[in-house]
């Protein structure tokens, strides 16, 4: 079975940085391309980032240059570095896996998802 479990989300002003972390269970991440979503409400669940098993990492333009994700293979564990936050950032942030080791930015190629973390960012 499974399972993904975010942490390190929370309240940061603006311009600030948060951690996210996502620890898997039930597949090993280094096989499985993994990405992070973020929902805003009353908005649907967009892309954020998304590293594969050579670390290629892909992002959303609007985030380039201030998140980063990387993985620990040995505490199979994704994370999402996020700096510079704006308020419009705002949201509930997921981890999610895919049955692949290739990128994606659909959200629909992931298979596997967490219950996600909530940011918020203060003005």
């Known amino acids: 079975q499974v399972q993904l479990v975010e942490s390190g989300g929370g309240l940061v002003q603006a311009g600030g940085s948060l951690s996210l972390s996502c620890a898997a269970s039930?597949?090993?991440?280094?096989?499985?391309?993994m990405g992070w979503f973020r929902q805003a409400p009353g908005k649907a669940r967009e892309f954020v980032a998304a590293i594969d098993w050579s670390l290629l990492s892909i992002y959303r333009d609007s985030v380039k240059g201030r998140f980063t994700i990387s993985r620990d293979n040995a505490k199979n564990t994704v994370y999402l570095q996020m700096n510079s936050l704006k308020p419009e950032e705002t949201a509930v942030y997921f981890c999610?896996?895919?049955?692949?080791?290739?990128?994606?930015?659909?959200?629909?190629?992931?298979?596997?998802w967490g219950q996600g973390t909530q940011v918020t960012v203060s003005s």
């Open positions: 039930g597949l090993t991440v280094i096989r499985n391309a």
């Open positions: 999610a896996a895919r049955s692949s080791i290739s990128l994606t930015r659909a959200e629909s190629d992931y298979a596997y």
